[in-house]
Protein backbone atom coordinates (compact mmCIF):
# COMPACT_ATOMS: atom_id res chain seq x y z
CA UNK A 1 0.00 0.00 0.00
CA UNK A 2 1.48 3.49 -0.89
CA UNK A 3 2.06 5.74 2.22
CA UNK A 4 -1.36 8.14 1.46
CA UNK A 5 -3.49 4.84 1.59
CA UNK A 6 -1.96 3.21 5.00
CA UNK A 7 -2.50 6.65 6.62
CA UNK A 8 -6.31 6.86 5.60
CA UNK A 9 -6.68 2.96 6.53
CA UNK A 10 -4.83 3.69 10.17
CA UNK A 11 -7.40 6.79 10.45
CA UNK A 12 -10.75 4.58 9.56
CA UNK A 13 -9.15 2.02 11.83
CA UNK A 14 -9.09 4.54 14.74
CA UNK A 15 -12.26 6.30 13.68
CA UNK A 16 -15.41 6.02 12.29
CA UNK A 17 -14.79 6.41 8.30
CA UNK A 18 -17.65 9.39 8.85
CA UNK A 19 -15.13 10.83 11.07
CA UNK A 20 -11.96 11.29 8.42
CA UNK A 21 -12.30 13.79 5.78
CA UNK A 22 -9.82 13.97 2.46
CA UNK A 23 -10.05 15.32 -1.40
CA UNK A 24 -12.64 18.05 -1.75
CA UNK A 25 -14.00 17.58 1.70
CA UNK A 26 -11.18 18.53 3.63
CA UNK A 27 -10.43 21.57 1.10
CA UNK A 28 -11.98 24.25 3.60
CA UNK A 29 -9.51 23.18 6.49
CA UNK A 30 -6.31 24.58 4.30
CA UNK A 31 -6.39 27.88 5.88
CA UNK A 32 -7.96 29.81 8.76
CA UNK A 33 -8.66 33.42 8.02
CA UNK A 34 -5.73 34.73 6.79
CA UNK A 35 -5.72 35.46 3.16
CA UNK A 36 -2.76 36.28 0.44
CA UNK A 37 -5.22 39.23 0.16
CA UNK A 38 -3.30 40.60 3.21
CA UNK A 39 0.17 42.38 3.22
CA UNK A 40 1.47 38.65 4.27
CA UNK A 41 3.36 37.26 1.56
CA UNK A 42 3.81 33.34 2.13
CA UNK A 43 0.42 31.76 1.41
CA UNK A 44 -0.50 31.29 -2.11
CA UNK A 45 -3.63 29.14 -2.81
CA UNK A 46 -3.14 25.82 -1.15
CA UNK A 47 -3.75 22.52 -2.91
CA UNK A 48 -5.42 20.25 -1.36
CA UNK A 49 -4.31 17.08 -3.37
CA UNK A 50 -0.46 18.64 -3.73
CA UNK A 51 -0.85 18.73 0.75
CA UNK A 52 -2.40 14.92 0.79
CA UNK A 53 -4.37 16.23 3.72
CA UNK A 54 -6.44 14.37 5.80
CA UNK A 55 -9.38 15.91 8.07
CA UNK A 56 -10.22 14.08 11.60
CA UNK A 57 -13.07 14.50 13.66
CA UNK A 58 -12.40 12.72 16.80
CA UNK A 59 -15.29 12.37 19.71
CA UNK A 60 -12.88 11.53 22.57
CA UNK A 61 -9.88 12.51 24.31
CA UNK A 62 -8.83 8.71 23.56
CA UNK A 63 -9.30 9.32 19.91
CA UNK A 64 -7.37 12.44 19.70
CA UNK A 65 -4.77 10.43 21.88
CA UNK A 66 -4.61 7.37 19.21
CA UNK A 67 -4.64 9.70 16.24
CA UNK A 68 -1.47 11.65 17.32
CA UNK A 69 0.05 8.24 18.59
CA UNK A 70 -0.07 7.13 14.90
CA UNK A 71 0.80 10.42 13.31
CA UNK A 72 3.81 10.18 16.07
CA UNK A 73 4.98 6.62 14.68
CA UNK A 74 4.96 7.56 10.91
CA UNK A 75 6.37 11.02 12.10
CA UNK A 76 3.02 12.75 10.00
CA UNK A 77 2.46 16.55 10.70
CA UNK A 78 -0.77 16.64 12.82
CA UNK A 79 -2.66 20.38 13.04
CA UNK A 80 -5.32 21.05 15.72
CA UNK A 81 -8.26 23.13 14.48
CA UNK A 82 -10.82 24.76 16.15
CA UNK A 83 -13.22 26.67 14.05
CA UNK A 84 -10.72 28.26 11.95
CA UNK A 85 -11.45 32.04 12.76
CA UNK A 86 -7.62 32.41 13.57
CA UNK A 87 -6.33 35.74 11.92
CA UNK A 88 -2.25 34.53 11.89
CA UNK A 89 -2.47 31.06 9.80
CA UNK A 90 -1.90 28.98 12.93
CA UNK A 91 -4.48 26.35 11.80
CA UNK A 92 -3.17 26.23 8.24
CA UNK A 93 -1.52 22.69 7.53
CA UNK A 94 1.02 24.30 5.03
CA UNK A 95 2.86 20.38 5.22
CA UNK A 96 -0.20 18.85 4.82
CA UNK A 97 -0.77 15.81 7.51
CA UNK A 98 -3.86 15.07 9.61
CA UNK A 99 -6.24 17.88 10.44
CA UNK A 100 -7.49 17.54 13.57
CA UNK A 101 -10.76 19.07 13.79
CA UNK A 102 -12.24 19.50 17.99
CA UNK A 103 -15.49 21.06 16.86
CA UNK A 104 -17.44 17.44 17.89
CA UNK A 105 -15.92 17.38 20.82
CA UNK A 106 -17.79 20.07 22.36
CA UNK A 107 -19.98 19.12 25.54
CA UNK A 108 -19.83 20.80 28.77
CA UNK A 109 -18.80 18.46 31.19
CA UNK A 110 -19.22 20.45 34.78
CA UNK A 111 -20.40 23.78 35.75
CA UNK A 112 -19.71 24.35 39.36
CA UNK A 113 -21.40 27.48 40.80
CA UNK A 114 -19.47 27.04 44.22
CA UNK A 115 -16.89 26.84 42.61
CA UNK A 116 -16.80 29.55 39.71
CA UNK A 117 -15.86 27.35 37.06
CA UNK A 118 -16.92 25.38 34.15
CA UNK A 119 -14.97 22.12 32.64
CA UNK A 120 -15.29 21.93 28.84
CA UNK A 121 -13.87 19.86 26.22
CA UNK A 122 -12.12 22.04 23.97
CA UNK A 123 -13.92 22.36 20.43
CA UNK A 124 -17.28 23.98 22.37
CA UNK A 125 -17.91 27.43 20.78
CA UNK A 126 -17.31 30.21 23.40
CA UNK A 127 -21.09 31.77 23.29
CA UNK A 128 -22.79 28.37 23.41
CA UNK A 129 -20.17 27.94 26.88
CA UNK A 130 -20.99 31.36 28.37
CA UNK A 131 -24.92 30.27 27.46
CA UNK A 132 -24.90 27.38 29.57
CA UNK A 133 -23.13 29.17 32.31
CA UNK A 134 -25.79 31.73 32.10
CA UNK A 135 -28.07 29.22 32.71
CA UNK A 136 -27.02 29.14 36.61
CA UNK A 137 -25.69 33.15 36.91
CA UNK A 138 -22.26 32.64 35.54
CA UNK A 139 -21.12 34.47 32.52
CA UNK A 140 -17.50 33.44 30.68
CA UNK A 141 -15.81 36.60 30.73
CA UNK A 142 -13.68 36.26 28.22
CA UNK A 143 -16.05 37.96 24.99
CA UNK A 144 -14.23 38.47 21.59
CA UNK A 145 -15.21 39.96 18.48
CA UNK A 146 -15.71 36.11 17.38
CA UNK A 147 -17.61 34.63 19.98
CA UNK A 148 -20.41 33.26 18.43
CA UNK A 149 -17.34 30.96 16.27
CA UNK A 150 -14.01 30.66 17.98
CA UNK A 151 -14.04 27.22 20.27
CA UNK A 152 -12.28 27.21 23.68
CA UNK A 153 -9.14 25.53 22.48
CA UNK A 154 -8.46 28.18 19.47
CA UNK A 155 -8.94 30.78 22.47
CA UNK A 156 -6.78 29.49 25.05
CA UNK A 157 -4.31 28.70 22.46
CA UNK A 158 -3.91 32.01 20.91
CA UNK A 159 -4.84 33.87 24.90
CA UNK A 160 -7.18 35.47 22.82
CA UNK A 161 -8.63 38.53 24.79
CA UNK A 162 -12.30 39.94 24.51
CA UNK A 163 -13.93 43.71 25.01
CA UNK A 164 -14.02 42.54 28.72
CA UNK A 165 -10.56 41.51 29.15
CA UNK A 166 -9.52 44.36 31.44
CA UNK A 167 -11.79 42.87 34.22
CA UNK A 168 -11.74 39.26 33.17
CA UNK A 169 -8.66 38.78 31.67
CA UNK A 170 -7.20 36.90 28.33
CA UNK A 171 -8.26 34.02 27.98
CA UNK A 172 -5.31 31.98 29.40
CA UNK A 173 -5.55 33.84 32.52
CA UNK A 174 -8.99 32.44 32.83
CA UNK A 175 -7.64 29.07 32.11
CA UNK A 176 -7.16 26.83 35.99
CA UNK A 177 -6.35 23.59 34.39
CA UNK A 178 -6.42 21.70 31.35
CA UNK A 179 -6.06 18.69 29.76
CA UNK A 180 -4.00 18.09 26.96
CA UNK A 181 -2.82 15.14 23.99
CA UNK A 182 1.49 15.14 23.91
CA UNK A 183 2.96 15.10 20.66
CA UNK A 184 3.91 11.38 21.26
CA UNK A 185 -0.03 10.55 22.33
CA UNK A 186 0.16 10.41 26.47
CA UNK A 187 -2.37 12.30 27.62
CA UNK A 188 -1.39 14.59 29.96
CA UNK A 189 -3.99 16.25 33.10
CA UNK A 190 -3.20 19.16 35.51
CA UNK A 191 -4.62 20.30 38.48
CA UNK A 192 -7.47 22.99 38.63
CA UNK A 193 -6.60 25.37 40.82
CA UNK A 194 -6.48 29.34 40.90
CA UNK A 195 -2.98 29.61 42.60
CA UNK A 196 -0.29 26.65 43.02
CA UNK A 197 3.51 26.81 43.89
CA UNK A 198 4.38 23.37 42.92
CA UNK A 199 7.22 23.83 40.07
CA UNK A 200 6.29 24.91 36.02
CA UNK A 201 2.45 25.44 35.87
CA UNK A 202 3.10 23.24 33.05
CA UNK A 203 -0.94 24.57 31.54
CA UNK A 204 1.30 27.12 30.42
CA UNK A 205 3.31 25.04 27.67
CA UNK A 206 -0.47 25.22 25.75
CA UNK A 207 -1.50 28.70 26.54
CA UNK A 208 -0.73 31.31 23.96
CA UNK A 209 1.14 28.50 21.84
CA UNK A 210 -1.00 28.12 19.08
CA UNK A 211 -0.90 23.95 18.93
CA UNK A 212 3.24 23.54 18.23
CA UNK A 213 3.34 21.31 21.90
CA UNK A 214 -0.05 19.41 21.99
CA UNK A 215 -3.59 19.25 21.73
CA UNK A 216 -5.66 21.16 23.99
CA UNK A 217 -8.23 18.36 24.61
CA UNK A 218 -10.47 19.95 27.61
CA UNK A 219 -9.92 22.69 29.98
CA UNK A 220 -11.10 24.40 33.69
CA UNK A 221 -11.78 27.69 33.19
CA UNK A 222 -12.94 30.56 35.36
CA UNK A 223 -16.34 31.37 35.60
CA UNK A 224 -17.76 34.90 37.04
CA UNK A 225 -20.84 36.19 38.28
CA UNK A 226 -23.22 37.88 36.04
CA UNK A 227 -23.15 41.41 37.05
CA UNK A 228 -25.55 42.89 38.55
CA UNK A 229 -25.63 46.12 36.25
CA UNK A 230 -23.77 47.30 33.09
CA UNK A 231 -23.15 50.69 32.17
CA UNK A 232 -22.01 51.85 28.80
CA UNK A 233 -20.64 55.29 27.72
CA UNK A 234 -19.00 56.75 24.60
CA UNK A 235 -17.24 60.28 24.28
CA UNK A 236 -15.70 62.20 21.26
CA UNK A 237 -12.56 63.95 21.91
CA UNK A 238 -10.66 66.13 19.56
CA UNK A 239 -7.46 64.27 19.14
CA UNK A 240 -6.02 61.05 20.09
CA UNK A 241 -3.83 63.00 22.74
CA UNK A 242 -6.88 64.22 24.89
CA UNK A 243 -8.28 60.65 24.42
CA UNK A 244 -5.17 59.24 25.60
CA UNK A 245 -5.13 61.96 28.26
CA UNK A 246 -8.39 60.87 29.89
CA UNK A 247 -7.77 56.94 29.86
CA UNK A 248 -4.45 57.78 31.54
CA UNK A 249 -6.59 59.44 34.15
CA UNK A 250 -9.64 56.54 34.69
CA UNK A 251 -6.58 54.11 35.30
CA UNK A 252 -4.44 56.77 37.81
CA UNK A 253 -7.84 57.11 39.53
CA UNK A 254 -8.54 53.27 39.73
CA UNK A 255 -11.61 53.91 37.71
CA UNK A 256 -11.02 50.45 35.86
CA UNK A 257 -12.79 49.82 32.66
CA UNK A 258 -14.13 46.64 32.13
CA UNK A 259 -15.03 47.77 28.99
CA UNK A 260 -12.53 50.18 27.19
CA UNK A 261 -12.75 50.36 22.88
CA UNK A 262 -10.78 53.83 21.95
CA UNK A 263 -10.41 54.32 18.05
CA UNK A 264 -8.85 57.44 15.67
CA UNK A 265 -10.54 56.26 12.79
CA UNK A 266 -9.28 57.98 9.02
CA UNK A 267 -11.41 57.30 5.90
CA UNK A 268 -11.59 54.10 4.43
CA UNK A 269 -8.98 54.44 1.29
CA UNK A 270 -11.85 53.47 -1.32
CA UNK A 271 -13.30 56.92 -0.44
CA UNK A 272 -10.37 59.04 -0.46
CA UNK A 273 -8.71 57.24 -3.54
CA UNK A 274 -6.40 59.09 -5.52
CA UNK A 275 -5.30 61.80 -2.87
CA UNK A 276 -1.96 61.68 -1.35
CA UNK A 277 -1.37 59.59 1.83
CA UNK A 278 -0.21 62.46 3.70
CA UNK A 279 -2.66 64.79 3.47
CA UNK A 280 -5.00 62.08 3.72
CA UNK A 281 -3.55 61.34 7.43
CA UNK A 282 -3.27 65.25 8.25
CA UNK A 283 -6.68 66.67 7.13
CA UNK A 284 -8.79 64.05 6.70
CA UNK A 285 -9.82 62.23 10.65
CA UNK A 286 -12.66 61.50 10.72
CA UNK A 287 -13.30 61.10 14.63
CA UNK A 288 -11.86 59.78 17.76
CA UNK A 289 -13.96 58.26 20.12
CA UNK A 290 -14.07 56.04 23.28
CA UNK A 291 -16.21 53.74 24.26
CA UNK A 292 -16.31 52.63 28.04
CA UNK A 293 -18.02 50.08 30.08
CA UNK A 294 -18.49 49.05 34.13
CA UNK A 295 -19.98 46.33 35.70
CA UNK A 296 -20.81 45.13 38.78
CA UNK A 297 -22.78 45.90 41.89
CA UNK A 298 -25.14 49.16 41.11
CA UNK A 299 -24.37 51.53 43.67
CA UNK A 300 -20.36 51.23 42.52
CA UNK A 301 -21.03 51.29 38.41
CA UNK A 302 -23.23 54.37 39.35
CA UNK A 303 -20.18 55.84 41.39
CA UNK A 304 -17.69 54.95 38.93
CA UNK A 305 -19.43 56.20 36.06
CA UNK A 306 -20.24 59.62 37.75
CA UNK A 307 -16.55 59.91 37.85
CA UNK A 308 -15.45 58.61 34.42
CA UNK A 309 -17.82 61.00 33.26
CA UNK A 310 -16.71 63.87 34.35
CA UNK A 311 -12.90 63.08 33.90
CA UNK A 312 -14.11 62.17 29.61
CA UNK A 313 -15.33 66.06 30.19
CA UNK A 314 -12.85 67.80 31.79
CA UNK A 315 -10.48 66.01 28.72
CA UNK A 316 -12.92 68.04 26.52
CA UNK A 317 -14.77 65.54 25.37
CA UNK A 318 -18.55 65.34 23.64
CA UNK A 319 -21.04 62.60 24.96
CA UNK A 320 -21.96 59.81 22.35
CA UNK A 321 -25.66 59.15 22.79
CA UNK A 322 -27.15 56.33 24.27
CA UNK A 323 -28.29 54.54 20.90
CA UNK A 324 -24.82 54.65 19.49
CA UNK A 325 -23.35 53.54 22.16
CA UNK A 326 -25.56 50.33 22.68
CA UNK A 327 -25.54 50.04 18.55
CA UNK A 328 -21.32 49.68 19.44
CA UNK A 329 -22.34 46.74 21.98
CA UNK A 330 -25.08 45.32 20.39
CA UNK A 331 -22.84 44.92 16.81
CA UNK A 332 -19.60 43.80 18.50
CA UNK A 333 -19.68 40.00 17.56
CA UNK A 334 -19.26 39.92 13.52
CA UNK A 335 -19.03 43.44 12.98
CA UNK A 336 -17.20 42.94 10.19
CA UNK A 337 -17.02 46.03 8.01
CA UNK A 338 -16.17 48.41 11.11
CA UNK A 339 -12.88 49.43 10.49
CA UNK A 340 -12.92 48.40 6.71
CA UNK A 341 -11.91 44.81 7.40
CA UNK A 342 -13.60 43.57 4.95
CA UNK A 343 -10.92 42.81 2.03
CA UNK A 344 -11.83 44.20 -1.46
CA UNK A 345 -9.73 43.22 -4.61
CA UNK A 346 -7.80 46.26 -5.28
CA UNK A 347 -7.60 46.88 -1.51
CA UNK A 348 -5.07 45.57 1.13
CA UNK A 349 -5.69 46.20 4.58
CA UNK A 350 -3.52 44.89 7.64
CA UNK A 351 -2.54 46.32 11.11
CA UNK A 352 -0.89 45.42 14.00
CA UNK A 353 -1.88 44.51 17.55
CA UNK A 354 1.10 45.05 20.05
CA UNK A 355 2.12 45.99 23.60
CA UNK A 356 3.72 48.67 25.01
CA UNK A 357 4.90 49.93 28.11
CA UNK A 358 1.76 52.68 28.65
CA UNK A 359 4.29 55.73 28.50
CA UNK A 360 5.41 54.74 25.49
CA UNK A 361 2.37 54.88 23.41
CA UNK A 362 2.14 58.05 22.34
CA UNK A 363 5.86 58.20 21.26
CA UNK A 364 4.89 55.02 19.30
CA UNK A 365 2.03 56.54 17.44
CA UNK A 366 4.17 59.94 16.44
CA UNK A 367 6.71 57.47 15.27
CA UNK A 368 4.08 55.03 13.36
CA UNK A 369 2.89 58.29 11.30
CA UNK A 370 5.88 59.23 10.64
CA UNK A 371 6.68 55.23 9.13
CA UNK A 372 3.05 55.48 7.24
CA UNK A 373 4.20 58.41 5.30
CA UNK A 374 7.41 57.18 4.58
CA UNK A 375 6.46 53.29 3.30
CA UNK A 376 3.07 55.89 1.60
CA UNK A 377 0.66 53.46 2.95
CA UNK A 378 -2.72 55.08 4.27
CA UNK A 379 -3.78 55.41 7.81
CA UNK A 380 -7.21 54.23 8.36
CA UNK A 381 -7.08 53.55 12.31
CA UNK A 382 -5.26 53.90 15.18
CA UNK A 383 -6.77 52.44 18.57
CA UNK A 384 -6.50 51.36 22.41
CA UNK A 385 -8.24 47.86 23.76
CA UNK A 386 -9.23 46.56 27.23
CA UNK A 387 -6.26 49.06 28.47
CA UNK A 388 -3.65 52.02 27.32
CA UNK A 389 -1.18 49.84 26.94
CA UNK A 390 -2.87 47.67 23.65
CA UNK A 391 -2.47 49.62 20.92
CA UNK A 392 -3.42 48.72 17.17
CA UNK A 393 -2.63 50.40 14.04
CA UNK A 394 -4.73 49.69 10.74
CA UNK A 395 -3.41 50.16 7.45
CA UNK A 396 -4.01 50.10 3.86
CA UNK A 397 -2.64 50.42 0.07
CA UNK A 398 -4.08 48.88 -3.11
CA UNK A 399 -3.10 45.92 -4.15
CA UNK A 400 0.03 46.77 -6.72
CA UNK A 401 1.07 47.97 -3.12
CA UNK A 402 1.45 44.97 -0.81
CA UNK A 403 5.16 45.14 -0.60
CA UNK A 404 4.81 48.86 0.32
CA UNK A 405 2.09 47.49 3.11
CA UNK A 406 4.13 44.57 4.09
CA UNK A 407 7.52 47.09 5.03
CA UNK A 408 5.54 49.65 6.64
CA UNK A 409 3.71 46.20 9.18
CA UNK A 410 7.04 44.58 9.65
CA UNK A 411 8.58 48.65 10.80
CA UNK A 412 5.74 48.54 13.39
CA UNK A 413 6.85 45.34 14.79
CA UNK A 414 10.32 45.81 14.45
CA UNK A 415 9.61 49.08 16.59
CA UNK A 416 6.89 47.52 18.68
CA UNK A 417 9.84 45.15 20.46
CA UNK A 418 12.34 47.84 20.01
CA UNK A 419 10.25 50.24 22.54
CA UNK A 420 10.00 47.16 25.11
CA UNK A 421 7.14 46.10 23.98
CA UNK A 422 5.45 42.94 22.10
CA UNK A 423 4.49 42.27 18.41
CA UNK A 424 0.91 40.93 19.55
CA UNK A 425 -1.69 41.12 22.20
CA UNK A 426 -3.74 38.80 21.28
CA UNK A 427 -4.24 36.56 18.18
CA UNK A 428 -0.74 34.82 18.07
CA UNK A 429 1.85 34.61 15.93
CA UNK A 430 1.42 31.73 13.38
CA UNK A 431 2.72 31.98 10.30
CA UNK A 432 1.70 35.88 9.33
CA UNK A 433 4.33 37.46 12.04
CA UNK A 434 6.89 34.51 12.08
CA UNK A 435 9.52 36.10 10.73
CA UNK A 436 9.29 38.60 14.01
CA UNK A 437 9.95 35.21 16.69
CA UNK A 438 14.08 35.90 16.52
CA UNK A 439 13.79 39.78 17.42
CA UNK A 440 10.83 38.82 20.12
CA UNK A 441 12.32 36.43 21.68
CA UNK A 442 16.09 37.60 21.71
CA UNK A 443 18.81 34.94 20.92
CA UNK A 444 18.95 32.83 24.02
CA UNK A 445 15.08 32.94 23.97
CA UNK A 446 14.61 31.60 20.62
CA UNK A 447 16.91 28.68 21.68
CA UNK A 448 15.38 28.42 24.59
CA UNK A 449 11.93 27.57 22.43
CA UNK A 450 13.63 25.70 20.09
CA UNK A 451 15.10 23.32 22.55
CA UNK A 452 11.93 22.84 24.35
CA UNK A 453 10.19 22.36 21.54
CA UNK A 454 12.79 19.61 20.13
CA UNK A 455 12.26 17.93 23.98
CA UNK A 456 8.39 17.95 23.92
CA UNK A 457 8.18 17.11 20.69
CA UNK A 458 11.53 15.49 19.11
CA UNK A 459 10.01 15.27 15.28
CA UNK A 460 8.36 18.20 15.09
CA UNK A 461 4.79 16.92 14.09
CA UNK A 462 2.92 19.10 15.70
CA UNK A 463 1.63 22.11 13.87
CA UNK A 464 4.89 22.44 12.46
CA UNK A 465 6.16 25.39 10.69
CA UNK A 466 4.40 27.99 12.78
CA UNK A 467 6.61 30.12 14.89
CA UNK A 468 9.46 29.47 12.44
CA UNK A 469 9.55 26.28 14.08
C1 LIG B 1 -13.37 39.35 12.36
C2 LIG B 1 -12.51 38.71 13.42
C3 LIG B 1 -12.48 39.26 14.69
C4 LIG B 1 -11.69 38.69 15.70
N1 LIG B 1 -11.72 39.23 16.96
C5 LIG B 1 -11.00 38.68 17.94
C6 LIG B 1 -11.06 39.20 19.27
O1 LIG B 1 -11.82 40.11 19.56
N2 LIG B 1 -10.26 38.66 20.21
C7 LIG B 1 -9.44 37.61 19.93
O2 LIG B 1 -8.75 37.15 20.83
N3 LIG B 1 -9.37 37.09 18.69
C8 LIG B 1 -10.13 37.58 17.70
N4 LIG B 1 -10.10 37.03 16.44
C9 LIG B 1 -9.22 35.88 16.16
C10 LIG B 1 -9.84 34.50 16.44
O3 LIG B 1 -11.24 34.55 16.43
C11 LIG B 1 -9.30 33.97 17.75
O4 LIG B 1 -7.91 33.78 17.65
C12 LIG B 1 -9.96 32.66 18.20
O5 LIG B 1 -9.69 32.44 19.54
C13 LIG B 1 -9.52 31.45 17.40
O6 LIG B 1 -10.37 30.37 17.76
P1 LIG B 1 -10.69 29.20 16.71
O7 LIG B 1 -11.46 28.17 17.43
O8 LIG B 1 -11.27 29.74 15.48
O9 LIG B 1 -9.20 28.67 16.46
P2 LIG B 1 -8.47 28.31 15.11
O10 LIG B 1 -8.41 29.49 14.22
O11 LIG B 1 -9.03 27.06 14.56
O12 LIG B 1 -7.00 28.02 15.67
C14 LIG B 1 -6.20 29.03 16.24
C15 LIG B 1 -4.88 28.42 16.70
O13 LIG B 1 -5.11 27.58 17.82
C16 LIG B 1 -4.73 26.24 17.53
N5 LIG B 1 -5.74 25.37 18.14
C17 LIG B 1 -7.08 25.36 17.91
N6 LIG B 1 -7.68 24.48 18.72
C18 LIG B 1 -6.70 23.92 19.48
C19 LIG B 1 -6.69 22.92 20.51
N7 LIG B 1 -7.79 22.31 20.94
N8 LIG B 1 -5.48 22.60 21.07
C20 LIG B 1 -4.34 23.19 20.66
N9 LIG B 1 -4.31 24.13 19.69
C21 LIG B 1 -5.47 24.49 19.12
C22 LIG B 1 -4.65 26.14 16.02
O14 LIG B 1 -3.73 25.15 15.59
C23 LIG B 1 -4.20 27.55 15.67
O15 LIG B 1 -2.81 27.65 15.81
C24 LIG B 1 -10.89 37.56 15.41
C25 LIG B 1 -10.94 36.98 14.13
C26 LIG B 1 -11.74 37.55 13.14
C27 LIG B 1 -11.79 36.89 11.80
Redesign the pocket.
Known amino acids: MDPVNTVLSNLKNILPTSSVLTGTAAAPYLA??LRPSWSYEGIDEPDVAAQNLFVVLPQTTEEVAEVVRMAFEHRIPV??????????G??APIRGGIVID?KRMDRVLEISKEDMWAKAE??IV?GNLNTALGAVGLILGHD???QP??????????N????LGYKYGS?GQQVLGLE?VLPNGQILTTSSVPQASSGLPLKRL?IG????F????RATIRAFPAPQCRRLLGYRFDSFELGFGAVQQLFFAGLEPSLLDFGEEYPHLSSVEGQGVETQHVASLLEVIVYLGFEGLEEHVNVTCEKADRVCRDWGSIEVSKGEVDAFWDNRH?H?DRSG?SQTPSILTDYVHVALPPSKVPSYRDSAVRIIREKGVHLREFGLWNQPSLFSVVVQASSSEKAKLSQCIDALLTMARDMEGSIEY???V?LRISRHMEHEMGVAGMELLRSIKSAVDPYNIM?PG?WGL
Open positions: DTVPYGSGTGLMGAMAGLPWTAATLGGAISTGLGYMAFTEGVGIITWGWCHGGNK
